[in-house]
């Protein structure tokens, strides 16, 4: 689950376009995969129109949807997920792009960002869970980790993608979005506009100044269900930026409380006290994965694989019972020098 909260007014309606300072600034919002997204774009062409520019982000996204949604029967990785086929197929260039990302951090996570991880969210029924529905057993839970594995499972070289298990299936959700954002960046790029931010389901990219001629100031959202508070703000130009937490997306049964982010390498919900994870990276891809990553392993080791690989992560983690405070931070080096930039 991704939270932020823009320190701007947002709109969010479906398809739309507006300006501000006519032929200077526009703001465009609308719906896609499952959620919405919203855009800023400062300095756009005078030749440009919001009709235009509308149409160019619309056809972009409805581009990586065809590519990678779960939800779509026909799209290129239900396709693959839907075949028995262990020989290479051939794959875009994008969903190429976001395999080899989901590599890269599946191995610098030490396997807790694990793309193939679809059989456990079945078994443990996040988005479709009813109360009372019976809790896995160890022995479903050890089939669904045979099926799991991307490091084993999946094999891309080039754009050609294989998978050594006919049933093995490739999830996109907690990477996706992010390359969503930067796909519709690079369309903002190619229509000369180099100023900008955007939002697609709370993942967010951004270039250069907002319209105030300042960097775009981001606030990063409290971990908490109840209310909407801001724990702080920093500015994020020329970045990627990712938050994941669990305070919303869980159910209890029997007193235990399930947490839908789940441990690709012990087959359950992670049970450790950190409960939101922001992070900042060189691209909104990145940050997304990063963000699921960080949110499993947590803000022991989650620190040390942050500074084992210079990235910028914000931990924000229960406190234990009896602590004068709710919650406890912890933030990597990378992620301190911006916090002095504020």
């Not at 390359?179 to 100023?195: H, K, M, N, P």
Request: aromatic share 8%; hydrophobic share 40%; with cysteine.
């Amino acid at each position: 689950m991704r939270h932020f909260l823009a320190i701007m007014a947002l709109v969010t309606l479906s398809a739309c376009f507006w300006s501000e300072d006519e032929g200077e600034t526009l703001r465009l919002s609308g719906e896609t995969m499952g959620t919405t997204y919203n855009i800023v774009a400062v300095d756009v062409p005078g030749e440009l129109t919001g009709e235009q520019l509308l149409g160019a982000v619309e056809a972009q996204l409805k581009a990586v949807n065809a590519s990678m949604s779960n939800w779509d029967p026909n799209s290129e990785v239900s396709l693959f997920n839907a075949s028995d086929s262990i020989a290479p197929v051939s794959i875009s260039s994008a969903f190429a792009h976001v395999v080899q990302g989901a590599n890269q951090v599946h191995v610098a996570s030490e396997g807790k960002f694990d793309v193939t991880l679809g059989p456990l969210i079945d078994l443990w029924g996040f988005g479709a869970k009813k109360p009372g529905d019976p809790i896995p057993d160890s022995g479903q839970i050890d089939a669904a980790l045979a099926q799991i594995g991307q490091g084993t499972l999946l094999s891309l070289e080039g754009q050609m993608l294989a998978k050594s298990l006919p049933e093995a299936s490739i999830n996109l959700s907690g990477i996706a979005k992010g390359y969503g954002a930067d796909a519709v960046a690079e369309v903002l790029r190619e229509l000369g506009i180099e100023r900008y931010l955007v939002e697609i389901g709370g993942d967010l990219v951004s270039a250069g100044l907002n319209p105030q001629g300042k960097p775009w100031f981001i606030g990063i959202e409290r971990p908490d269900a109840q209310a909407r508070a801001i724990e702080m703000i920093l500015p994020v130009s020329d970045k990627g930026m990712a938050t994941s937490g669990d305070y919303r997306n869980y159910f209890e049964q029997d007193g235990v409380r399930y947490s839908h982010l789940i441990d690709p390498t012990t087959g359950y919900p992670v049970t450790h006290r950190t409960t939101s994870v922001t992070v900042i990276a060189d691209s909104g891809m990145l940050a997304d994965a990063w963000a699921t990553a960080m949110m499993i392993v947590g803000d022991e080791d989650g620190l040390r694989i942050a500074q084992a690989n210079n990235l910028a992560v914000y931990f924000i983690s229960r406190a234990p019972a009896g602590s004068e405070n709710e919650f406890v931070t912890r933030a990597s080096s990378a992620f301190e020098k911006l916090m002095e930039t504020d």
